[in-house]
């Protein structure tokens, strides 16, 4: 008769001691994130070219757009202080037009932007 209650004492202990280390157990791993799934990230997306109010190369012919290409013509400068608007051969926008235009390339040309014939203005 004594054992049996030492057996069951023993029996819920373990059984308590089982339940508070699950318990535990799954609150760290929710603490750590386990157990769900990560939320994804996605990379801010690079503006697309028809989001360029300057990006509308319909009316130049092949070799004007090539020429643009020749020269790396970017709509947003790598160099802050390399833009178009400060270069020596930007052309002013008519108008109200966000895009001017260029000495040496065909098309309309964003203010921000930069090629490799950039000359200080
Ligand atoms: S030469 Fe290049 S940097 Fe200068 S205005 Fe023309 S496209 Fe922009």
């Given at each position: 008769m004594e054992n049996k209650n030492i057996d069951r004492k023993n029996f819920f202990k373990r059984v308590?001691?089982?339940?508070?280390?699950?318990i535990g157990a799954t609150t760290l791993l929710k603490a750590c994130g386990g157990g769900e799934e990560a939320p994804q990230q996605t990379?801010?997306?690079a503006p697309a070219p028809?989001?360029?109010?300057?990006?509308?190369?319909?009316?130049l012919s092949e070799a004007e757009i090539q020429g643009r290409e020749s020269l790396n013509y970017v709509a947003e400068t790598p160099n802050p202080e390399e833009r178009c608007d400060n270069c020596?051969?930007?052309i002013e926008?008519?108008?109200?037009?966000?895009?001017?235009?260029?000495?040496?390339?065909?098309?309309?040309i964003h203010p921000a932007g930069w090629c490799s014939a950039w000359v200080a203005g």
């Amino acid at each position: 008769m004594e054992n049996k209650n030492i057996d069951r004492k023993n029996f819920f202990k373990r059984v308590s001691l089982f339940g508070i280390g699950a318990i535990g157990a799954t609150t760290l791993l929710k603490a750590c994130g386990g157990g769900e799934e990560a939320p994804q990230q996605t990379p801010e997306a690079a503006p697309a070219p028809s989001e360029d109010p300057c990006g509308d190369l319909s009316g130049l012919s092949e070799a004007e757009i090539q020429g643009r290409e020749s020269l790396n013509y970017v709509a947003e400068t790598p160099n802050p202080e390399e833009r178009c608007d400060n270069c020596a051969l930007w052309i002013e926008p008519a108008g109200d037009s966000p895009c001017g235009g260029c000495s040496i390339m065909a098309g309309p040309i964003h203010p921000a932007g930069w090629c490799s014939a950039w000359v200080a203005g």
